[in-house]
């Protein structure tokens, strides 16, 4: 990955991922139809939504929300199935996806705060471990996940003696000083792939990490941050089948084919990569088309937007099917 001096406030995932962009074959972006998108918002003066904190865990204290927050991305990743799709219970309700596990790892939290820190959890079982995640369905990687939060937390509680503030404070308040930090320190949150040879930079776990962060403490304190715009959009699933379903991301006949019968398109394929640095610049693109109407938006945002409405939105094309860690 190369050495990390904190000095380069370049974005390597915008970088990295124009150039596949450029190269693409497989997929491509309809500039028209970002104009047509962003005239629209800009039309019904679209809102960004808040930080979901109903839905996540309630607590006063910084180091326990940071500890949260950093094993909540640690596993943020794979939540789909062929199989019945994972899903809990939760105060008598139904919830699956991201919300399931953010909404389990809370209760756990709630539940036993004197087990709620990353030097128990560097250590925690496996038995444990699944009881956290007792839901319907099946979870992907969960030994995977099990070994991931085991290791995320023995760094910090090695390095940072399991203060997760320590951590994110020596980020001195700036995301690129972070983000960089999160994929070089943290294991398994360098989410890297390989094009025409040269490494291309997505990150989506750990810029959603820093993005969370923003969120949950509302820009202020240990949330604060001077660089905002540093952030792309997170390279997921959901955010390429809203743009393909707004005509943004076009694909090639075989690839569209692929999705809809949702056979697996390979971790670091062309196809796959191809996705997801298309959408990142879709966004990047409708981020300008904003910004020339007096719009401005950061690209996180606009993230949120779409995520959001990816969730209430009636979409008919389903979203690539990929297993992976990293999203």
Known sequence: ?????????????????????????KVKINREKIKELAEKWIGKKIVVPPWPKEMHLKTSDDRVMLDYLIILDALNFCSWSSEEKWHIIYQGKKYHGYFALSLALAKFFEEKPEKANLIYLSKISFKEFLSIFDGIGKLLFLKKRWQMVRAVSLVIAKKYRGDSRRFIMSGRYKLSVLVPKIYHEL???D????????????????????????????????????????LTTFADQKIPQILNHFGILEYSRKLSEKIRHKKIIKIGSKEEVEIRSAAIWAIEYLKGELKKSGRKLYSFEIDWILWNKSQTEKINNPYHLTKTIYY
């Open 191 to 230: 989410d890297i792939s390989i094009y025409n040879s040269k490494k291309v930079y997505f990150l989506k776990r750990a810029q959603i990490l820093g993005a969370d962060i923003y969120g949950a403490f509302d820009g202020r304190g240990v949330g604060y941050f001077g660089d905002l715009d540093y």
């Open 187 to 189: 294991p398994f949150f």
């Open 1 to 25: 990955m190369g050495k990390y001096n904190g000095k380069n406030n370049e974005n390597l995932v915008r970088t990295t991922t124009l150039k596949v962009v450029e190269r693409a074959k």
